[in-house]
C-alpha cells in the first residue's frame, strides 16, 4: 500500500523560505514520476513541480526560479524548497507519485496515481 505524508507547511511572511517534505512508504522516490501540485481557495489543483526518473524537472511559470524539487533516496522523500514566496503562494500543498515514469504531462494530474493528504502553506504579506 503506497502511502505519502506531507509536512513541512505552515505560516511564513512574504519573501521568507519553507521547505516542504513528502515521506513515502510502499513506493521507492525516484522509481516514477513524482511531483508537487496545489490548490488555493475556490480554485482548481495545480502542478507546481514535477520530476521523472531521470531526473527531467518541470516547473509552473509562477514559481520557475524560486521552488525547487528534490528527492533523498536514503530518506525515501521528496522536497519541495519554496524561496522568496509570495501570497499567492497560500494554498494546500500536494505530493503526488506515478507508476511510471513521463517525458511529458509532468504537471498534469492525470499522470500521477498515489496522493498525500496535503500541508497548508499561508504566506502573510
Known amino acids: 500500500q503506497v502511502q505519502l505524508v506531507e509536512s513541512g507547511g505552515g505560516p511564513v511572511q512574504s519573501g521568507g523560505s519553507l521547505r516542504l517534505s513528502c515521506a513515502a512508504s510502499?513506493?521507492?522516490?525516484?522509481?516514477?514520476?513524482m511531483a508537487w501540485f496545489r490548490r488555493s481557495l475556490g480554485q482548481e489543483r495545480e502542478g507546481v513541480a514535477a520530476?521523472?526518473?531521470?531526473?527531467?524537472?518541470a516547473y509552473a511559470d509562477s514559481v520557475k526560479g524560486r521552488f525547487t524539487i528534490s528527492w533523498d533516496s536514503a530518506k525515501n522523500t521528496l522536497y519541495l524548497e519554496m524561496d522568496k514566496v509570495k501570497p499567492e503562494d497560500t494554498a494546500v500543498y500536494y505530493c503526488?507519485?506515478?507508476?511510471?515514469?513521463?517525458?511529458?504531462?509532468?504537471?498534469?494530474?492525470?499522470?500521477?496515481?498515489?496522493w498525500g493528504q496535503g500541508t497548508q502553506v499561508n504566506v502573510s504579506s
Open positions: 510502499g513506493y521507492t522516490v525516484g522509481e516514477g514520476s
Open positions: 503526488s507519485a506515478s507508476r511510471g515514469s513521463w517525458n511529458t504531462f509532468l504537471l498534469r494530474e492525470r499522470s500521477y496515481h498515489f
Open positions: 520530476v521523472n526518473r531521470d531526473g527531467l524537472l
